[in-house]
């Protein structure tokens, strides 16, 4: 006898764990805007700061390519829990510690965290919209993702905004809902896990013709690190700090309006497009920040979330699938590993060239090395083709 699917629990089911995934990501850089006070209070620099800030990409690495199997051993709701779990944890650090040293510790929190819900976002999503097509699921997943990526640090610029302060009640407000999430993830069915033990280290690979779409994340992500680590210090010396928060919210969540553009063109058409605004977003926001511009900034990073939320990320994932095979797995883990080194090595470089020569030569610096990525990165793409 068929079991008969309910489209309003399914949808339903599928609006709870959007929401947890939501508030994990806003958990990512919920104290994105507090980094330069974090590090003015601590007699800190940027690279101190963007150290700090790449603590996330220990944490989130080695959960990515050495934990792989974990859900199909203990199923994917408890990951989930684990994640929100993690997330509620770190923001009550920052609460008993606002400083820059429990920063690190914070970062590499959330870094476990995301690395448990990228593992198995998707796939979960998909359990619970059984019988919708598969990119309804995935539509769910990067529309959470996404926006929770930017809302966390937004609704801290607000607070910050209005009031001035290293413990905003943004924090509060996040422990209060990330709870709201955990009980609405509790309502949630999972598969059991799988009695044939699956490998847990599946180690990254690149077919030919996916390590051009991995370099095209590599740039992309590495001016979205740049935006959240650096960009607060470059504004303080406009008195425009309070605002970096939005700047954040433009170039991670903006990208999800532009996703519908990026499913209709081709991987390497998409990718392509991505990487030709990617340097033209980064020139308007650099300038922007150097020169206390806050409309050129804010337009410079909603240009660069085009790319590299909306055409980078989803022409360079669908590529690197495309050409995987049966590798899927291990091709998208060597996609990420290249999208989080770029995450975090440019940003920390960035950050110490600042304290050495200072922002604009340091910041025209990034971009002559971003403009050179670019092209070097559309040639590999068209040989690949």
């Known amino acids: 006898m068929s079991r008969t699917v309910n489209p309003a629990i399914n949808r339903r089911s599928a609006a709870c764990l959007a929401f947890a995934l939501c508030m994990i990501t806003s958990a990512v850089n919920l104290q994105a805007p507090l980094y330069d006070a974090f590090a003015a209070r601590d007699g800190l620099g940027v690279g101190a700061t963007t150290v700090a800030f790449a603590c996330y990409v220990m944490g989130v690495l080695p959960v990515l390519l050495g934990l792989n199997g974990l859900a199909e051993r203990v199923g ?15 923001t009550t650090l920052t609460l008993v510690a606002p400083n820059l040293y429990a920063l690190g510790v914070t970062r590499f929190l959330l870094g476990i965290s995301m690395g448990l819900t990228s593992a198995v976002a998707p796939a979960y999503m998909q359990i619970v919209l059984e019988g919708k097509d598969n ?7 990067t529309a959470s993702t996404a ?4 809302l966390g640090a937004a609704v801290t ?3 910050v905004f209005h009031t001035p302060s290293v413990s905003p009640p943004s924090l509060w407000l996040y422990l209060a809902f990330a709870s709201l999430a955990l009980v609405a993830v509790s309502t949630l069915k999972d598969r059991a896990p799988n009695a ?18 991995g370099l095209a994340i590599m740039l992309a992500w590495a001016m979205v690190g740049l935006v959240i680590a650096i960009l607060p210090s470059t504004l303080q010396q406009h008195g425009l700090s309070a605002w970096s928060g939005f700047a954040t919210f433009g170039i991670c969540s903006c990208g999800v309006l532009f996703q519908p553009w990026a499913r209709k063109l081709k991987p ?5 497009l991505g990487l030709l605004i990617l340097p033209l977003a980064y020139g308007l926001t650099a300038w922007g920040a150097v020169h206390g511009y806050l409309v050129a900034v804010l337009l410079g990073t909603i240009a660069a979330s085009s790319a590299c939320y909306g055409f980078i990320y989803l022409g360079g994932l669908s590529g690197v699938l495309a050409v995987a095979g049966t590798s ?8 990420f590993l290249m999208a989080y080194l770029g995450f975090s090595i440019p940003v920390i470089t960035t950050g110490i060239l600042i304290d050495a020569v200072g922002h604009t030569p340091a910041l025209t610096l990034f971009g002559l090395a971003l403009l050179g990525g670019v092209i070097s990165t559309i040639f590999l793409l068209r040989k690949a083709q």
């Open 147 to 150: 926006l929770g990526f930017g």
């Open 196 to 213: 044939t033990k699956s490998p847990m280290l599946r180690l990254p690979s690149y077919p030919p013709g996916a390590f051009a779409y």
């Open 328 to 335: 899927s797995t291990q091709a998208s883990a060597g996609y």
């Open 268 to 272: 390497y058409a998409a990718t392509r």
């Open 76 to 90: 994917r709701k408890p990951l989930i829990v684990t994640a929100l779990l993690l997330s509620l944890l770190a």
């Open 135 to 141: 990119r309804v699921a995935t539509n769910y997943v």
């Open 157 to 159: 610029s607000l607070f």
